[in-house]
């Protein structure tokens, strides 16, 4: 995966909270998971959501990542 797209990609269930309604960019982290030249998922560093990487396309829809286990 593209580190400069990396850069710019964001968790979008953190990205924005509905009770300030400002975005928080830096709180919504995601880091590649998997091998390193073939990243498997991208995982929030804030609330923990797994976003799934399909045909090397991150699948960032809230309702289809997989959440943490408690």
Do not use: F, W
């Not at 909270?17 to 830096?26: D, V």
């Not at 991208?42 to 923990?48: A, E, F, I, M, V």
């Amino acid at each position: 995966m593209d580190a400069e797209l990396l850069k710019v990609l964001a968790c979008p269930a953190c990205v924005t909270k509905p009770e300030s309604g400002k975005t928080r960019l830096s709180q919504a982290t995601l880091e590649p998971q998997g091998p390193a030249n073939d990243p498997t998922g991208l995982k929030c560093k804030t609330c923990g959501r797994l976003y799934k990487i399909e045909q090397g396309i991150p699948n960032l829809l809230v309702d289809e990542a997989i959440m943490p286990k408690k």
